[in-house]
């Protein structure tokens, strides 16, 4: 499935599959004993997303841009979830960003950027 090879890049691989069908974050289990699955789900729109499934796009979406050395931002998200540019889903996002802020998946790439120019990294980075 080319998903995996030396240089480490396959699950960079998957995350965008992911992103660019705007399907639901890639589901993964660890067992000691049964090793690691990694369930994938079927394209399905925002809206129908579970607040759980959006706040785990929002994660992987905010590793995955660190990981190509950028930062998220609200309209990073918009399009990775199909979103238009409308007031309606632009308040959605700013939200879900602030949501998952305060949950602790992500934080503020620069805490003294205004509103407009806010970008986002993984909680870890």
């Not at 004993?33 to 990694?38: C, D, I, M, Q, R």
């Not at 499934?53 to 979406?61: F, N, P, S």
């Not at 409308?86 to 959605?92: E, I, P, Q």
Request: proline content about 2%; overall charge negative.
């Amino acid at each position: 499935m080319h998903l995996c090879e030396e240089q480490g890049s396959g699950w960079d691989i998957v995350v965008a599959s992911c992103e660019a069908f705007h399907m639901a974050a890639p589901k993964v289990e660890s067992d000691e004993g049964l090793g690691t699955s990694v369930t994938l789900y079927s394209g399905d729109s925002y809206s129908r997303m579970k607040k759980a499934e959006r706040r785990e796009a929002v994660y992987w979406h905010a590793c995955l841009m660190y990981a190509r050395d950028d930062s998220m931002g609200n309209q990073s998200l918009r399009e990775r979830f199909g979103l238009s540019d409308s007031r309606k889903d632009t308040v959605a996002i700013s939200r879900l960003i602030k949501e998952c802020c305060d949950e602790g998946l992500i934080k503020d790439e620069d805490e003294d950027a205004g509103d407009k120019y806010r970008r986002y990294i993984p909680y870890w980075a």
